[in-house]
């Protein structure tokens, strides 16, 4: 069975930078059939899709945050990161790491539990 | 840059219908899939390629896709169905994921 898990420090000072790692047990990350990726819920908010990872390495992100994002994997360790810049308070989030098969419509399929960045000083 | 649309609530009766829109210019020529959120929890995927159930969504969940809107359809709506609701889409386009602001279904 899939399982995803979020880690990473839970409070960010602003203009840091913020950074999660997703492990994957019960499945490769170098899987041909799937993206994997971080997505992203202020408080009380709606969800917000920051960007994915292929297995070939290849990157997509939001374009409202490309310029702060960073995805990586280490196939290595089967793990994901994501790194975003001079956060600010507007970052605060949990923040979800999520497995998309690529396919028609490219779902979600498998979530990790998430885990909560708070941008404070 | 491509956007979903959902209203933000919706209310039901217990054993009645509950229809959820998306709307997104021709998103019936995309794949819509829909996630349900409860309080405190991770989302769950209920429906996705349009019309396809996960193995575990209960048959009362169904959803559609035509011109310009998908609807998810819940079904004899029970207590445990409220949550939020959202549809996400994949703009090929761009190769960019989408979500829309999700709707809150309230089982009155």
């Known amino acids: 069975q899939l399982q995803l898990q979020e880690s990473g420090p839970g409070l960010v000072k602003p203009s840091e930078t913020l950074s999660l790692t997703c492990t994957v047990s019960?499945?490769?990350?170098?899987?041909?059939?799937?993206?994997w990726g971080w997505i992203r819920q202020p408080p009380g908010k709606g969800l917000e899709w920051i960007g994915s990872?292929?297995?070939?390495?290849?990157?997509y992100y939001n374009a409202s945050l490309k310029s702060r994002v960073t995805i990586s994997a280490d196939t290595s360790k089967n793990k994901f990161s994501l790194k975003l810049s001079s956060v600010t308070a507007a970052d605060t989030a949990v923040y979800y790491c999520?497995?998309?098969?690529?396919?028609?419509?490219?779902?979600?399929?498998?979530w990790g539990q998430g885990t909560l960045v708070t941008v404070s000083s | 840059s491509y956007e979903l649309t959902q209203p933000p609530s919706v209310s039901v009766s217990p054993g009645q219908t509950a229809s959820v829109t998306c709307s997104g210019d021709?998103?019936?020529?995309?794949?819509a899939s829909w996630y349900q959120q409860k309080p405190g929890q991770s989302p769950v995927l209920v429906i996705y390629?349009?019309?396809k159930r996960p193995s575990g969504i209960p048959e009362r969940f169904s959803g559609s896709n035509s011109g310009n809107t998908a609807t998810l359809t819940i079904s004899g709506t029970q207590a445990m169905d409220e949550a939020d609701y959202y549809c996400?889409?994949?703009?090929?386009?761009?190769?960019?994921?989408?979500f829309g602001a999700g709707t809150k279904v309230t089982v009155l």
């Open positions: 996400q889409a994949w703009d090929s386009s761009t190769a960019l994921w989408v």
């Open positions: 999520a497995r998309a098969y690529d396919s028609k419509g490219n779902f979600f399929d498998t």
């Open positions: 021709k998103l019936g020529d995309k794949y």
């Open positions: 990872t292929y297995y070939s390495g290849t990157t």
């Open positions: 390629e349009d019309t």
């Open positions: 019960g499945g490769s990350i170098s899987s041909s059939s799937h993206y």
